[in-house]
Structure formats: structure tokens, C-alpha cells
């Protein structure tokens, strides 16, 4: 079965530090998505990014940069000089393709609170 | 583009009251999907609707929730009797087409609708 563990509850930490959030995942499939989603205190999702599991490609977006290693089965988060407004809760999901459409398993969550 | 609506927004019931939640996906996307998010979890995958057919409801507790999608456009999901453990946000999210394999479909969310139910 597919499995997305984010082992780290909560972090804290003061603006302008960076800060990295943890993704491990499991599944059996060859071919897969992997995604991160930000969930602020108004509760919608927000797509930050998406990669596919045959691209293993970092990918650099502003203050923000992803680290995926499939040997390890990770899909790592990094947030460069931190803002307040970074402060929420975000998800690391894995999708399985089912007859074209996907499903998605999410992790629990890391919730970020960033101090100014 | 509108993105995917919800209401309410919120609601606040009793233990063994019924309640209802109404989804309206984007515009012509023809999968529909409704998750369960407890507090301090992820989202929880309920039950996938291709059009008006039901793709996958393996985790929908089926002796008190329900959900349809007649006309292949808005969806339902329905708890009756609540219990306490249902307190949580409902999301519903959309996606494009039943495509080809390899085609991906990404996901919209819509904003949810959080019950609590006393």
C-alpha cells in the first residue's frame, strides 16, 4: 500500500532561517506523482508543486527548492530565508495513476510557524 | 476560471443529526473526488467519481455516508446519523478527464466545509 510519512510535526523557527521539511514515501508503482501542498490557516490547499517519478531533477522556484532522491525514497522540501507568510501547514502527497485519474495519499503534515 | 465551490462552509450539528455537503467542480471536469481531514491529519481520500459513476469508495464508511453525483456535474456527500469522530473538514477536488494513461490530471481543490459535530 501506499504510504507518505513526514516525520516532523511542527517546526519553528526565525525569519530568514532556512528550513527543510522532510518526505519520505512508499509504493510499489513504477510510475508515480509526487506533490506538495500548502494549507494556510484558511484551510484551502495550495498546490506548490508536482514531480513525476521519472524525473529526479531538482527544481528551484524563488526562496523555495525540492530535493528528490528516489533512492531513498524522498521528497524533501526547503524553504531559503523564511517569511512569516510561509508560516502553515504543509502536506507531501504520492499519487497512484488509476485509469487516468489520480488518487492521492498525503502525508500528516508538517506545520511550520515561521517568528519574526 | 472558477475554481471549486463548496457551501456551507461551515456547520455545526448534534451526534445522530443528518447533514449534507454540496460540491461544484470546475467546469468540465469530469472527476470528482471528496476527502476527509481531521484535525492534525492529511487529507483522507472518501470516495472518486468518474462523471457520474463511482471510480472508488473503498474508504467511505458506507453505514452512514453517502454520496452521489447524478448528473455527472454537482455532488453530495451525506452523513447520517453523525458521529463525534466525523468532526472535520470535508474537501472536495476536481480534476479533468478519465485521460489516457500516462496523462496527468492535477487536482483543484475547493476551500472545504468544516463540521463539527457536538
Known amino acids: 500500500a501506499q504510504k507518505v510519512t513526514q516525520a516532523q510535526t511542527e517546526i519553528s523557527v526565525v525569519e530568514k532561517e532556512d528550513v527543510t521539511l522532510d518526505c519520505v514515501y512508499e509504493?510499489?508503482?513504477?510510475?508515480?506523482?509526487l506533490f506538495w501542498y500548502k494549507q494556510p490557516p484558511s484551510g484551502e490547499l495550495v498546490f506548490l508543486i508536482r514531480?513525476?517519478?521519472?524525473?529526479?531533477q531538482n527544481e528551484i522556484s524563488g526562496r523555495y527548492s525540492w530535493n528528490f532522491q528516489k533512492s531513498t525514497s524522498s521528497f524533501n522540501f526547503t524553504i531559503t530565508a523564511s517569511q512569516v507568510v510561509d508560516s502553515a501547514v504543509y502536506f507531501c502527497?504520492?499519487?497512484?495513476?488509476?485509469?487516468?485519474?489520480?488518487?492521492?495519499?498525503f502525508g500528516q503534515g508538517t506545520r511550520l510557524t515561521i517568528n519574526p | 476560471e472558477a475554481g471549486v465551490a463548496q457551501s456551507p462552509r461551515y456547520k455545526i450539528i448534534e451526534k445522530r443529526q443528518s447533514v449534507a455537503f454540496w460540491c461544484n467542480p470546475i467546469?468540465?471536469?469530469?472527476?470528482l473526488y471528496w476527502y476527509q481531514q481531521i484535525l492534525g491529519q492529511g487529507p483522507k481520500l472518501l470516495i472518486q467519481?468518474?462523471?457520474?459513476?463511482?471510480?472508488?469508495d473503498s474508504q467511505l464508511p458506507k453505514d452512514r455516508f453517502s454520496a452521489e453525483r447524478l448528473k455527472g456535474v454537482d455532488s453530495t456527500l451525506k452523513i447520517q446519523p453523525a458521529k463525534l469522530e466525523d468532526s472535520a473538514v470535508y474537501l472536495c477536488?476536481?480534476?479533468?478527464?478519465?485521460?489516457?494513461?500516462?496523462?496527468?490530471?492535477?487536482?483543484?481543490f475547493g476551500p472545504g466545509t468544516r463540521l463539527t459535530v457536538l
Open positions: 477536488a476536481s480534476s479533468l478527464h478519465w485521460g489516457a494513461s500516462g496523462v496527468y490530471n492535477e487536482q483543484f
Open positions: 514531480r513525476n517519478s521519472f524525473d529526479e
Open positions: 509504493t510499489r508503482d513504477t510510475t508515480y506523482y
Open positions: 467519481f468518474q462523471n457520474n459513476g463511482v471510480v472508488d
Open positions: 467546469s468540465g471536469h469530469a472527476t
Open positions: 502527497a504520492l499519487s497512484e495513476e488509476d485509469r487516468g485519474a489520480q488518487k492521492l495519499v
